[in-house]
C-alpha cells in the first residue's frame, strides 16, 4: 500500500493515541494542527478511553455486536480490543484507511472493515453487515458515531441518527459526540478543520438526538461520563451520549 498524499482524520489520530499505523502526512498534519491550538494527545485519549466506557456499558445490555461508523484505525483501545467476544463491523469512506484496517484485521473471525458512509446506511455491503452485525434490524447493537456529528448540517444529521433509529433494533445503544465552541479561541486551528465542521452550544446538542433516549449519564463532556477516577483536567473539546433505541 503506497503512502497516501492527503493526511486523514483517523490516521492523525492514530498517530496522538501513540499508535503506530499512520504515515508522514498524517504527522506533518498533525503537528502543524498542535502548532495552531496545542498538544491534541490527551484530549484524544479521552475520547478513546470514553469509547472504551461506553462501550462496555453497552456490553452490560447484553449486546454482542457493533456497528462503526467513521472508524478510523482499529487499534489503540478500538472496539474490537474492548468487546472481546463481540462482532464489530468498522466502517469509513477514506479508501486509505479502510485498506488499513483490513490489512490489520486480516484473519479475524470477528471483526471486519468495509466502506460505509454513515449519511447512508445503504452504502455498508450487505454481506460484511450480515456476517459482522448478524443481529442487525432484528436484536440489540451497538451504534458507534465519533467524531461525524462535527462534519454534518442538522438537517443531515438529525436525517442520519433518525434513519439509524428506524433500522436499528430495539434496545440498540448509540455512542456519540459533539464538538463543542471549544476551537472558537484557536482561529488558526478551527480554519484547518474546513468549511464543513460545525461547531455547537451544548444547550442544542440534545434536541439533535431526535428519538434516542440519552442514559441517565445526560450529555456531558468526555471526561465526565463515567469516570473510573477523577475526571481528567482537558479542554472542554467534546460532549459525549450513550443514548438508547425504547420501543416504538
Given at each position: 500500500?503506497?503512502?497516501?498524499?492527503?493526511?486523514?482524520?483517523?490516521?492523525?489520530?492514530?498517530?496522538?493515541?501513540?499508535?503506530?499505523h499512520?504515515?508522514?502526512?498524517?504527522?506533518?498534519?498533525?503537528?502543524?494542527?498542535?502548532?495552531a491550538?496545542?498538544?491534541?494527545?490527551?484530549?484524544?485519549?479521552?475520547?478513546?478511553?470514553?469509547?472504551?466506557?461506553?462501550?462496555?456499558?453497552?456490553?452490560?445490555?447484553?449486546?454482542?455486536?457493533?456497528?462503526?461508523?467513521?472508524?478510523?484505525?482499529?487499534?489503540?483501545?478500538?472496539?474490537?480490543?474492548?468487546?472481546?467476544?463481540?462482532?464489530?463491523?468498522?466502517?469509513?469512506?477514506d479508501?486509505?484507511?479502510?485498506?488499513?484496517?483490513?490489512?490489520i484485521?486480516?484473519?479475524?473471525?470477528?471483526?471486519?472493515?468495509?466502506?460505509?458512509?454513515?449519511?447512508?446506511?445503504?452504502?455498508?455491503?450487505?454481506?460484511?453487515?450480515?456476517?459482522?452485525?448478524?443481529?442487525?434490524?432484528?436484536?440489540?447493537?451497538?451504534?458507534?458515531?465519533?467524531?461525524?456529528?462535527?462534519?454534518?448540517?442538522?438537517?443531515?444529521?438529525?436525517?442520519?441518527?433518525?434513519?439509524?433509529?428506524?433500522?436499528?433494533?430495539?434496545?440498540?445503544?448509540?455512542?456519540?459526540?459533539?464538538?463543542?465552541?471549544?476551537?472558537?479561541?484557536?482561529?488558526?486551528?478551527?480554519?484547518?478543520?474546513?468549511?464543513?465542521?460545525?461547531?455547537r452550544?451544548?444547550?442544542?446538542?440534545?434536541?439533535?438526538?431526535?428519538?434516542?433516549?440519552?442514559?441517565?449519564?445526560?450529555?456531558?463532556?468526555?471526561?465526565?461520563?463515567?469516570?473510573?477516577?477523577?475526571?481528567a483536567?482537558?479542554?472542554?473539546?467534546?460532549?459525549?451520549?450513550?443514548?438508547?433505541?425504547?420501543?416504538?
Amino acid at each position: 500500500m503506497g503512502e497516501p498524499d492527503q493526511p486523514g482524520t483517523g490516521r492523525m489520530i492514530d498517530f496522538w493515541l501513540g499508535g503506530e499505523h499512520h504515515f508522514p502526512v498524517d504527522v506533518a498534519a498533525a503537528s502543524a494542527f498542535e502548532q495552531a491550538y496545542g498538544p491534541c494527545a490527551p484530549v484524544f485519549r479521552e475520547l478513546r478511553a470514553f469509547l472504551g466506557r461506553a462501550v462496555r456499558a453497552t456490553l452490560a445490555h447484553g449486546v454482542d455486536g457493533f456497528l462503526v461508523f467513521g472508524a478510523g484505525v482499529p487499534t489503540m483501545g478500538n472496539v474490537h480490543e474492548v468487546a472481546t467476544d463481540a462482532t464489530v463491523l468498522y466502517t469509513d469512506v477514506d479508501p486509505v484507511t479502510i485498506r488499513l484496517g483490513q490489512s490489520i484485521l486480516a484473519g479475524s473471525d470477528r471483526a471486519g472493515y468495509g466502506f460505509g458512509d454513515a449519511t447512508d446506511i445503504g452504502t455498508i455491503d450487505p454481506a460484511q453487515l450480515r456476517r459482522f452485525v448478524p443481529g442487525w434490524g432484528r436484536r440489540p447493537v451497538g451504534v458507534v458515531f465519533l467524531g461525524l456529528a462535527a462534519f454534518l448540517d442538522d438537517a443531515t444529521l438529525t436525517r442520519t441518527l433518525d434513519e439509524l433509529y428506524a433500522a436499528a433494533a430495539p434496545g440498540s445503544l448509540l455512542v456519540l459526540d459533539f464538538d463543542t465552541e471549544e476551537l472558537a479561541g484557536h482561529p488558526q486551528a478551527l480554519a484547518m478543520m474546513g468549511p464543513q465542521f460545525r461547531m455547537r452550544q451544548p444547550s442544542t446538542f440534545a434536541p439533535l438526538l431526535g428519538r434516542w433516549a440519552p442514559t441517565a449519564d445526560g450529555i456531558v463532556p468526555v471526561a465526565r461520563w463515567r469516570p473510573t477516577g477523577p475526571p481528567a483536567r482537558v479542554p472542554d473539546a467534546f460532549h459525549c451520549v450513550l443514548a438508547t433505541r425504547d420501543a416504538d
